[in-house]
């Protein structure tokens, strides 16, 4: 296949004519390990990075690590990390990368390099989003693989990284780009974050009342849900009854601790029901039976519409309409996590079944009242979702970028 105009074929790959395959290792002033030893660790003092504190490409200090200042000068001996430094793990995982964070004073835990560039010739923010990118980490994981038990990246094989290397203004470019979008993303994960606070401020304080929305008074009931609840459950739905073209909307006990929220508007799973499968009535509260670990089994969803297969190991609700607003019971069962807790059973598996639920405790506002909060917790739960949902793309956005920019496919300059 001949090579489109202004591109070159290289080992690996198809790349701009001005652009140089690089060594890492050519790249850098300095490729220095970490200390093989364990830091010795103090409440405060200087920060120690470790491989945790490395997430989707930067530097999350939420949790950090301490020494003191002796221990800091024999793992700095022969550097300080300083501002424009990246810094790559070797195992555990390998191949997480940050860059050192402008006025931290820091040094490295175990299982990690720290690399110095020639900011001469190459920019650290583009040589961090290189070393990101799915080409790169791809190398990384090859290079890594010598070990029978533990991957880990050799510093002879991380200095033979290559990497894909435009011009100067370009690096920059491409950078300025990246960190764009990498500024987005922080800005939307801080909404979110927020969104998340506002929303538990609001169940704390509606679902207890002691904030009432505008035209309700009168005291709340206090009452067992078994008075004004019976307990069910589903019917055998094993996954490989999940089909996409199936004839019925359907939801497995697996689903409920990953896709749905407090309410269920949207069915995601189909099956061929059977006559005798068990079917919702819009209103019931589902919880799952069974888990490894109990506070799983504190997750609460009313699904609202009629009709839907319900698969063994789910716990139904089936409580009073004119009493209860299922929406707001579930709400109401997430809340009460610590409540929920105490009723489960068992020690390796941990079940919950209706005969605990029976004796959940709760406080029980007029039936409009419960539609009221409801409303407003759901109105805030749409709001975050589609919060996430941008997230979700802009994400997408930013790897497809990295695609684009960092192999040439699409130019800036």
Not at 379 to 396: G, I, N, P, S, Y
């Amino acid at each position: 296949m001949a090579v489109k105009l202004g591109y070159k074929q290289t080992e690996i790959g198809v790349i701009p004519e001005e652009w140089e395959v690089k060594q890492l290792g050519a790249m850098c002033i300095a490729v220095l390990d970490c200390d093989h030893s364990t830091p010795v660790w103090t409440k405060t003092g200087t920060v120690v990075i470790r491989n945790q504190n490395i997430r989707n490409g930067k530097l999350d200090l939420s949790e950090a690590s301490f020494t003191d200042e002796k221990h800091f000068a024999e793992r700095t001996r022969r550097a300080v990390p300083t501002f424009g430094d990246l810094v790559i793990t070797r195992e555990a995982p390998m191949g997480l990368v940050c860059m050192i964070p402008e006025g931290l004073r820091c040094c490295l835990g175990q299982r990690m390099v720290l690399l110095r560039l020639n900011r001469v010739e190459f920019n650290s923010t583009y040589a961090l989003y290189a070393l990101l990118s799915e080409g790169v980490q791809r190398s990384i994981s090859v290079a890594g693989g010598t070990g029978s038990t533990v991957s880990n990246l050799r510093i002879p094989a991380l200095k033979q990284l290559q990497i894909l290397v435009p011009d100067l203004p370009e690096q920059r470019a491409i950078a300025t780009a990246l960190s764009d979008v990498d500024a987005l993303l922080g800005a939307l994960e801080r909404l979110i974050a927020k969104k998340r606070d506002l929303k538990q401020a609001a169940m704390q304080q509606l679902l207890t009342g002691q904030t009432r929305l505008p035209g309700f008074d009168g005291e709340w009931g206090v009452m067992q849900l078994g008075e004004v609840a019976t307990f069910l459950k589903g019917k055998g739905l094993p996954k490989s009854a999940l089909v996409p073209d199936g004839s019925d909307p359907c939801i497995h006990y697996g689903e409920l601790f990953t896709k749905y929220p407090e309410t269920i508007g949207e069915i995601f799973s189909r099956t061929n029901g059977m006559e005798d499968s068990f079917r919702s009535v819009a209103n019931d509260v589902l919880m799952p039976t069974s888990d490894v670990t109990p506070r799983g089994l504190a997750k609460a969803s009313c699904v609202i519409i009629d009709g839907v297969i319900l698969g063994g190991d789910i716990l139904v609700i089936r409580s009073d309409k004119q009493r209860v607003f299922g929406p707001f019971l579930s709400y109401i069962i997430r809340r009460e996590e610590s409540q929920v807790l105490r009723l489960v059973t068992g020690s390796t598996v941990y079940h919950l079944y209706g005969s605990d639920m029976k004796k959940f405790i709760f406080s029980l506002p007029s039936l409009s009242e419960q539609t009221a909060i409801a409303t407003v917790l759901s109105d805030m739960d749409a709001e975050l979702v589609a919060l996430e949902q941008r997230l979700a793309k802009t994400r997408a956005l930013k790897q497809g970028m990295m695609q684009e920019l960092l192999t040439g496919r699409t130019r800036l300059v």
